[in-house]
């Protein structure tokens, strides 16, 4: 809810390609002392760059990127208002605005971008059409940009529709607002909460920036993010007043944000401006159409920039948060603009704001008759203890540190991905959808289709003695490679799998046992215990295939092996399996390929090396095969699988 302003383009004259040469040319330094440093961090906001005022993401990623590269994702937006709300055209045209830019450098270093969309998220059909059209500009920047195995930042519901199919080694989710309780979008809130929850599934931690969000939440993995500020911008006000407030009288109540309709509580703006006509209201920041409020003490002087805005407090006598108590909305809001505020030093008048009540020096209302006596009370007898406690509040709460925070966090989560998660056992829907083939897993390995798995297998092993060492199968099933393998070759075989129902029908031998785990990112094997680890057809399941390659290596021995098995990305059998699999799914139970409605990730050999390289592995073979009755098509198998080693 900050002021929206026209941001002018930046370096419309060099081509994404020319700068991409140039940041490669001249390499950033990276503070070895930064806690995150050479990773792809990408985020999915829930703002625009170009025309909002920066929010949390925005102050945090422009200090991430002085030692990572960051893109930065303008609003995929939460769906239209109506056609019939006023603000709808205005709404459309700076977002076809922002389409124009597509893909920009920030002066910081940053890359901007606004994928080309559609906000229509009520229909499932249009919602899988807008997913394929965003992954497919997403992979184009991603390989421009060489953002690989990124860490995803999504802080806006409908980001659930994507993230999980860019490859990302970390999800985090960050919660700024009661969303499914916002008013300007036509999306019904039941679908912003189906996808709000599905975030929260993937995600290893979820960020709120609110406390009440953060205190009610139910969930084990959240992290309180409080919000910050540029104390120095706004403790230090310039000297000079903007023309547009010059001569507006004094005392000035002044309002930073946009004058939203469900936000403000126009009948008591309406009622003060009335009773006390020699107070001006000064709001610095769009006004919806919606918002009926004029008058002469009411000033609405538009959109300023960031820069500008230290200026504009030059002129004010009270700062003001007069929101509606009655919404929701603005009941869970944590409002970065209150932090501005007490680093000016103003007085301050806020409505009952959860985030703030226990603030030393700030003024609290409930009524508009409490309104008028506290803005009096402030502007008789404001003290410079009064102002010098409102700052000292926000003095260290600054973006900076804020930005260290996440870094260390980021970092925290990349080591171990399951530092918030809760001890108790959650079975996600890609094991739900394989344990009905528990009982008939075995026999499916007599067929030419899944058979084919241990010719490949004995052929990468062929020049390797592996008796007497220890392996693990990741996602072993019911057992039946895992016991191939002790058999073929000699090997004591550790299987793991978080099917109850596959553990259960697992047959045990003298080489092989079998437990049940939550996931294979997070085995419960010791550190360095096991010579190797067979992985078939099972990361392509995992919502990040990164953390479940780092903990096999954290589990395997100096220069143990990797055998691991995942789809094909080759369009000659990728495409034709993907394109019977949306043009059945109306088709219901008599649908093909169901098990893409859980694989999600799929490579081809060069993609799959880079993602091992990244995770302390080296490739030293690799197989294609698969297709009809086990068999490729014209050379290019629907399955891939590698050999490689620890290094």
């Not at 903990?551 to 021995?557: L, T, W």
């Amino acid at each position: 809810m900050n002021p929206e302003v026209n941001i002018p383009d930046m370096n419309p004259a060099a081509t994404i390609a020319e700068t991409i040469s140039a940041e490669t040319a001249i390499a950033k330094p990276i503070a070895a002392e930064y806690p995150l440093r050479g990773e792809s961090i990408i985020c999915f906001a829930g703002e625009d760059w170009w025309y909002h005022n920066p929010h949390s993401k925005n102050h945090i990623l422009k200090r991430l990127v002085r030692h990572n590269r960051v893109l930065f994702v303008n609003s995929i937006t939460m769906g239209l208002p109506s056609i019939g709300n006023a603000d709808f055209f205005i709404k459309v045209r700076r977002k076809l605005r922002s389409y124009m830019r597509w893909l920009r450098r920030t002066p910081e270093g940053l890359w901007v971008m606004t994928p080309i969309n559609i906000p229509v998220y009520s229909s499932p059909l249009v919602r899988k059409l807008n997913r394929m059209v965003l992954l497919l500009q997403f992979r184009l920047v991603m390989m421009l940009l060489r953002l690989h195995q990124p860490i995803i930042w999504a802080a806006i519901p409908t980001s659930a529709d994507i993230v999980d199919a860019l490859g990302a080694k970390l999800l985090v989710y960050q919660v700024s607002d009661k969303y499914d309780h916002q008013e300007d979008s036509a999306l019904a809130g039941d679908v912003i909460r189906k996808m709000d929850a599905r975030l929260k599934q993937l995600a290893s931690v979820v960020m709120y920036s609110g406390k009440k969000l953060y205190e009610e939440a139910e969930i084990p993995h959240r992290y309180f993010l409080e919000q910050a500020v540029d104390f120095e911008r706004f403790a230090n006000l310039p000297p000079g007043v903007p023309n547009d407030v010059a001569n507006v009288p004094r005392p000035v109540l002044g309002y930073i944000g946009s004058s939203d309709w469900f936000t403000m509580d126009a009948p008591l703006i309406e009622y003060v401006a009335q009773q006390r006509p020699n107070w001006h209201w000064v709001f610095v920041g769009g006004k919806s159409k919606l918002l009926k409020l004029s008058g002469p003490n009411l000033h609405f002087v538009g959109q300023k920039s960031y820069a500008e805005l230290p200026r504009y407090y030059r002129h004010m006598d009270v700062c003001v948060l007069p929101w509606n108590q009655q919404n929701v909305f603005t009941n869970y809001g944590s409002a970065i603009k209150v932090k501005e505020y007490f680093a000016t030093g103003l007085p301050v008048v806020l409505s009952p704001l959860y985030e703030y009540l226990n603030t030393p020096g700030v003024r609290f209302y409930r009524t508009p008759d409490e309104f008028i006596a506290q803005v009096e009370d402030a502007l008789a007898n404001d003290t410079p203890q009064q102002r010098k406690l409102r700052q000292e509040a926000v003095r260290d709460a600054t973006w900076d540190v804020r930005a260290e925070q996440v870094a260390v966090l980021f970092r925290e989560l990349l080591d171990d991905p399951n530092k918030f998660k809760s001890p108790e056992r959650v079975v996600n829907d890609a094991v739900l959808f394989h344990s009905p083939a528990a009982t008939t897993w075995d026999a499916g390995y007599e067929t030419p289709v899944y058979s084919v798995r241990k010719d490949i297998i004995m052929d990468l092993l062929a020049e390797r003695d592996l008796t007497g060492q220890q392996w693990l199968d990741a996602g072993c099933a019911t057992g039946t490679l895992a016991r191939f393998l002790s058999e073929r070759k000699g090997c004591r075989v550790l299987g793991v799998d978080a099917c109850e129902a596959m553990i259960q029908n697992a047959t045990r031998t003298p080489l092989t046992e079998f437990k049940l785990i939550d996931d294979v990112c997070t085995t419960g094997v010791p550190d360095a215990a096991v010579d190797g680890v067979l992985c078939s057809s099972v990361i392509e399941y995992v919502p990040h295939p990164a953390v479940a390659l780092r903990e096999f290596h954290r589990i395997m021995k100096e220069d143990g092996t990797l055998l691991l098995s995942v789809p094909s990305a080759h369009p000659v059998v990728r495409w034709p399996v993907v394109a019977l699999y949306w043009l059945t799914k109306p088709l219901g139970r008599h649908r093909v390929f169901t098990y893409l409605d859980h694989s999600k990730h799929s490579y081809s050999e060069s993609s799959l090396r880079r993602l091992l390289n990244a995770c302390g592995f080296r490739m030293e073979a690799a197989r294609t095969y698969g297709g009809p009755r086990g068999k490729p098509i014209l050379g290019h198998g629907s399955l891939l699988m590698v050999r490689a080693r620890k290094v």
